[in-house]
């Protein structure tokens, strides 16, 4: 097998996963669709310096790659199309019947519920620390200001809350292969 078939082995083979492992963590189909094309337009540049003598040491390679789109997703709120406009490669828009089957492969439904009643178990000091760390992107010390608490009491609470939400979502980690 040429490393050529072998990339496009890799694709079939994870192509699936890792659009479910961005879909149910963006929870926009879009956004998974081409996160999930930079990722594989990076691997390809760097497929050439790839050590193709275990499968689990190359998907784990991709799923490093995918990581690291996430986070520059997360921090720069756009993805990232370096590799795509380099390969010159256009990811296709997603329509709305390939949005209800992404995220039925990603059981958002049921991503969103467990995430639901996750926060609903919540105490609601946690849950408000959640709402400001987490979503507002406050810094500690902005937290603890805005809860009135010191910022070691701010991270527990953030702390606590990551970790009760963590295990509401055991389900969908296991499933992934991912380990708490």
Known sequence: ????????????????GVLV???RRTFDAQVAL????????????????V????????????????RRQLGRYYRRGRVEQRALRLLRIRTPSVHQDDTVQIERAAQL???????????????????EA?????????????????????????????SRGLRALSVALEPVLASEGWEL
């Open 34 to 49: 081409d996160l999930t094309a930079e990722t594989f337009a990076q691997a390809w540049r760097g497929w050439s310096r």
């Open 21 to 23: 492992f961005f879909a």
């Open 51 to 66: 050590r193709l003598d275990s499968r689990e040491e190359v998907r784990a390679w991709l799923f490093t790659i995918a």
């Open 1 to 16: 097998m040429t490393r050529g078939e072998a990339f496009v082995a890799l694709y079939e083979a994870e192509a699936k």
């Open 109 to 127: 439904g049921s991503v969103r519920g467990l995430i639901g009643e996750g926060l609903a178990a919540l105490s609601d000091e946690q849950r």
């Open 130 to 158: 959640l709402q400001l760390r987490v979503v507002d992107e406050l810094p500690y010390v902005e937290v603890a200001r805005q809860l009135g608490v010191s910022e070691a009491t701010a991270r527990a609470r953030v």
